[in-house]
């Protein structure tokens, strides 16, 4: 691997795993919680290649079939997610190596703060109609996981509060 390509996976780490990720492949991060996964993926065109694109998906545990664990809720190239007209981020061939990684790096932390679009099953479920065509099956299938999901933090979230209220009332400050 040259050095730009050692240096812009190492930078892209460094980054991610400030964010809560964690790297699952060579070049893959992923950022776990009970009820989905935020990924990116950083892809090139080819193993030599010099053109880099990033990418931002959410995973839901919906197990589809017997080697399908995950549904993809949400995908998006970064460049086309904040507007830009290009995909494949070059690097460029003598001079501005350090800047190439800057912007690409800086791309990535930028689509990253779009996961808190999606912070909650709510939420999700609020864009659910934007995201998938509502008359795939996959749609009612994501739709019933993100309800229950949605109900099962409101219950969570009500038994907190009323342990909380019940230490109060017995003294205890946890």
Not at 38 to 46: A, S
Not at 114 to 137: M, Q, S, V, W
């Amino acid at each position: 691997m040259d050095d730009t390509k050692r240096i812009l996976k190492k930078s892209v780490d460094d980054l991610l795993s400030a964010n809560g990720f964690h790297k699952s492949g060579s070049w893959i991060w992923e950022r776990d919680f009970s009820w989905k996964k935020d990924v990116v993926v950083v892809h090139t065109r080819l193993p030599d290649a010099k053109e880099f694109l990033a990418s931002i998906r959410i995973l839901l545990p919906i197990p589809l079939q017997a080697n399908d664990n995950e549904v993809c809720f949400y995908e998006k190239n970064v460049p086309s997610l904040l507007g830009k007209k290009s995909n494949y981020a070059k690097e460029p061939l003598f001079f501005g190596k350090e800047n190439f990684i800057k912007n690409f790096c800086n791309d990535i932390e930028l689509a990253v703060k779009h996961f808190d679009f999606y912070k909650t099953p709510r939420e999700c479920l609020g864009t659910l109609d934007k995201i998938k065509d509502p008359n795939a099956p996959i749609y009612k299938i994501i739709e019933q996981y993100l309800e229950k999901e949605s109900r099962d933090q409101f219950i969570k979230s009500i038994e907190e509060k009323d342990r909380e209220n019940r230490n109060k009332s017995l003294g205890h400050d946890f």
